[in-house]
């Protein structure tokens, strides 16, 4: 009864389709590391300062002050503001 269990173990191991079904696998984990760590690239506090400070972001931030406050700043106040005083210098650098 051993050797009929070690012959079917064999069996399965050696066959191609569990190895296809191991590189299957293998490339489903690469796939989902490469997806966590574009996320992790893509939320990087690098990235969002960087988004934050775009020009389409601090136009609409502008344009949310002068709606809440009345105040029309212009792009260089505001975007120095966010970029002197909201963000954290070592995140720019």
Same mark, same amino acid.
């Given at each position: 009864?051993?050797?009929?269990?070690?012959?079917?173990?064999?069996?399965?191991?050696?066959?191609?389709?569990?190895?296809?079904?191991?590189?299957?696998?293998?490339?489903?984990?690469?796939?989902?590391?490469?997806?966590?760590?574009?996320?992790?690239?893509?939320?990087?506090?690098?990235?969002?300062?960087? !988004?934050?400070?775009?020009? !389409?972001? !601090?136009?609409? !931030?502008?344009?949310?002050?002068?709606?809440?406050?009345?105040?029309?700043?212009?792009?260089?106040?505001?975007?120095?503001?966010?970029?002197?005083?909201?963000?954290?210098?070592?995140?720019?650098?």
């Amino acid at each position: 009864m051993e050797a009929t269990t070690r012959f079917r173990a064999q069996k399965i191991f050696s066959s191609e389709q569990c190895e296809e079904q191991i590189l299957t696998q293998i490339q489903g984990c690469e796939e989902t590391l490469c997806d966590l760590w574009r996320a992790g690239a893509a939320t990087s506090p690098k990235s969002l300062a960087q !988004v934050l400070l775009s020009e !389409v972001v !601090v136009d609409a !931030v502008r344009k949310e002050l002068r709606r809440q406050t009345n105040y029309t700043a212009d792009f260089a106040e505001v975007h120095g503001a966010l970029r002197d005083e909201v963000l954290r210098a070592e995140i720019l650098s």
